[in-house]
């Protein structure tokens, strides 16, 4: 499962890229996109876990992983995001099981000069 999360994270960027949540957006630091991959990752596990009979310890594994490829490198622009938000934000996708609810990490940006206020979650 470790590596099924791994992959799930890199497709959720892709998928990112092809709807458009991960453009350029300053208000959206690395982290933000990192967390959106991460708990788009909770939500594949769900439905793997829900169609194939993963046993709990596989399922374990993708929580380690998560947690794991945190960081603690605050000051970095590329920072990831500490190991418990990295856990908690799959959890957030597993628990959901909704994508929508990813988009929680991601921050409303209008590009300047457009006159228009963003909306608040």
């Known amino acids: ?6 992959v799930a994270h890199e497709y959720a960027h892709g998928l990112g890229e092809l709807v458009g949540t991960h453009q ?4 959206n630091p ?5 967390l959106t991959a991460d708990c788009a990752a909770g939500v594949f596990a769900r439905h793997v876990a829900r ?3 993963i046993p709990p310890r596989a399922l374990r594994v993708g929580w380690t992983t998560a947690q794991a490829v945190g960081d603690r490198a605050y000051d ?3 920072h990831h ?7 908690r934000a799959f959890d957030t996708g597993f628990r959901t099981t909704q994508a929508r609810t990813c988009s929680r990490y991601l921050t409303t940006y209008v590009p300047p000069g457009t006159g228009t206020t963003p909306a608040q979650p």
């Open 76 to 78: 970095d622009p590329q």
């Open 24 to 27: 350029y957006n300053p208000t």
């Open 51 to 53: 169609t194939v009979n």
């Open 1 to 6: 499962m470790g590596l099924t999360f791994i």
């Open 81 to 87: 995001g500490t190991p418990a938000e990295r856990r």
């Open 30 to 34: 690395t982290k933000n996109f990192e």
